[in-house]
């Protein structure tokens, strides 16, 4: 399978811990997408990447949420001090560069409880 | 926020024609119409976009209106597998960000 893929699947921590997660994109696909999404709503972006360097931040994207793509290939998204309000789907996505047919192609995403 | 406005929910039978609306009436010129679908517990899916004219592949078709202020999407014969949350989004296509609304659930019935 060379779709996108995340680890882990779920998350369970306790308030006040640090978590990584960690995203690998389709292979040959430059930009890659980290989205939230809570219980009933529609996905909200946090940041992405083309290549190794972070392009964006959503304001979502508190001092506690850090993401890298170091060698241009996977991605960790860290959020430290984790606080109940952090519980969400975490989702990536990847894409060839921006143009008409970029469709994202997104992972089964993370989901993370925090207790 | 979401430039889109979309029923919260609708149901279809099974091997029937499912048509989802979208509201976009302030979408600009150099703006796509995306539509993504949500299953249960999985990351959402790539269905199929346009830009003024209408579209069809393989899973569904986009009939966009000529104002382009709304699109359906059509789902020509639905299964029980379609049962899943869709997403209307308008995106320009050098704009990297896709902002979500709330989405259909669209309940496909035996």
């Known amino acids: 399978d060379t779709g996108v893929s995340q680890d882990p699947r779920h998350k369970i921590t306790k308030r006040g811990q640090n978590v990584t997660f960690r995203c690998d994109p389709i292979s040959e696909h430059n930009r890659l997408y980290w989205y939230r999404q809570t219980l009933g709503q529609g996905p909200e972006f946090l940041t992405y990447?083309?290549?190794?360097?972070?392009?964006?931040k959503s304001r979502l994207l508190s001092d506690r949420f850090s993401a890298e793509r170091p060698k241009g290939s996977f991605s960790t998204l860290e959020i430290q001090r984790t606080e109940q309000g952090d519980s969400a789907m975490y989702l990536c996505a990847s894409s060839l560069l921006a143009g008409v047919d970029n469709e994202q192609f997104f992972g089964p995403g993370t989901r993370l409880t925090v207790l | 926020d979401a430039k889109t406005t979309q029923p919260p929910s609708m149901d279809c039978a099974e091997g029937r024609a499912a048509n989802l609306p979208c509201n976009h009436s302030t979408i600009s010129g150099n703006e796509y119409v995306y539509w993504y679908r949500q299953i249960h517990s999985q990351g959402p899916q790539y269905i199929i976009h346009?830009?003024?004219?209408?579209e069809t592949n393989e899973m569904a078709s986009l009939i966009i209106t000529e104002d382009r202020k709304s699109s359906t999407l059509i789902l020509p014969h639905a299964t029980l597998r379609d049962t899943a949350v869709y997403y209307c989004i308008v995106k320009r296509d050098s704009n990297y960000q896709l902002i979500w609304g709330a989405g259909t659930k669209l309940i496909i019935k035996p």
């Open positions: 346009g830009l003024k004219n209408n």
């Open positions: 990447f083309q290549n190794e360097a972070q392009l964006e």
